[in-house]
């Protein structure tokens, strides 16, 4: 991390403690088709090559939702031109300027009910975007400096295996949590009639 990130990084932790809390997740996690998720690709390089199996997976997962895919624009080149993306340059986040008016406003424009950084290693940027967006459940690995940003962290072994093992349990652990929803959601129909 750079010495700039560092000092956003600082800034942001300042901000985060005094900061308005927030209230806590409620589980299960009760979304609907209207919902919207924002998704943030993974921004190692040596991740890239995974780029398009991850967004066929969460594709796949969040067939019924309306999703939207985050990643830098280092990237572009990687994603299929048929995916809905927006793009951030990682050189607009400034000590100055508290986020890209820009980018601000893109994320803004739409009411996010989920947000998933898929970042296994800390991404200053796609924890800024994610919080952002001001989506009520914003989820991530868990990893250091998480707490400042996401509000549902995940624990997920990473000792061993690859970054496609690591999402694949990432993911299961997430439908769980939409499952135990759906599930609920058909008992309490179910009790009303």
């Known amino acids: 991390m750079s010495f700039i990130e560092q000092l956003i990084l600082r800034r942001e932790k300042i901000y985060h403690h005094f900061a308005q809390k927030e209230g806590a997740v409620q589980l299960p996690l009760l979304i609907d088709a209207s919902d919207r998720i924002l ?4 921004e190692e390089p040596k991740m890239v090559f995974v780029t398009g199996e991850i967004i066929n997976e969460y594709q796949s997962y969040f067939a019924a939702f309306s999703l939207q895919f985050c990643a830098p624009l280092e990237i ?18 400034s000590l100055l300027h508290k986020f890209p ?48 940003f996401f509000n549902l962290i995940l624990s997920v072994q990473m000792d061993s295996g690859s970054y496609q093992e690591l999402i694949q349990k990432f993911n299961r652990q997430i439908q769980a949590l939409l499952q135990t929803g759906r599930k609920n ?6 009790k009303g009639r």
């Open 76 to 93: 572009a080149d990687k994603i299929p031109e048929t995916t809905k993306c927006i793009y951030y340059d990682n050189k607009t986040f």
């Open 39 to 42: 998704i943030c690709l993974p």
């Open 101 to 148: 008016e820009a980018l601000e406003k893109t994320l803004r424009a739409t009411r996010y009910k989920m947000a998933i950084d898929t970042n296994r290693n800390f991404s200053l940027a796609a924890a800024l975007v994610c919080r952002a967006t001001q989506a009520p459940v914003r989820i991530s690995f868990s990893k250091p400096n998480a707490t400042s």
């Open 185 to 190: 959601e058909r008992i309490n129909r179910q």
